[in-house]
């Protein structure tokens, strides 16, 4: 099994930043894609940013220009930095990666337990 754990989330003011981190552990026998993802109270899960093995990154345009996101393959972590964070940046972020595991000819999504990001006024 793989298991993802987030750290980094809190409390901030309106312009300020945080970074996210996502480590992922457990059997894994490569990685392809790893995301994060958000969710604020009412409103469905939504994909911030993406990044494949290669660096390859796509963003959703509401964060695109203030969030970055990277990774360190030699760690299966990932990273997402988040500057000019506004009240509505307010969600619980979870980290997503799509991993092989021994004995697999393909990959399964595993998820992260989530972790919160307010943005005060």
């Known amino acids: 099994q793989v298991q993802l754990v987030e750290s980094g989330g809190g409390l901030v003011q309106a312009g300020g930043s945080l970074r996210l981190s996502c480590a992922a552990s457990?059997?894994?026998?490569?990685?392809?894609?790893m995301a994060w993802h958000r969710q604020a109270p009412g409103k469905q899960r939504e994909l911030v940013a993406d990044i494949t093995s290669g660096g390859i990154t796509n963003y959703a345009d509401s964060v695109k220009g203030r969030f970055t996101i990277s990774r360190d393959n030699a760690k299966n972590t990932v990273y997402l930095q988040m500057n000019s964070l506004k009240p509505e940046d307010t969600a619980v972020y979870y980290c997503?990666?799509?991993?092989?595991?021994?004995?697999?000819?393909?990959?399964?999504?595993?998820w992260g337990q989530g972790t919160q990001v307010t943005v005060s006024n």
């Open positions: 997503q990666a799509d991993a092989y595991i021994p004995g697999f000819t393909y990959a399964r999504a595993y």
């Open positions: 457990g059997s894994i026998a490569s990685i392809n894609t």
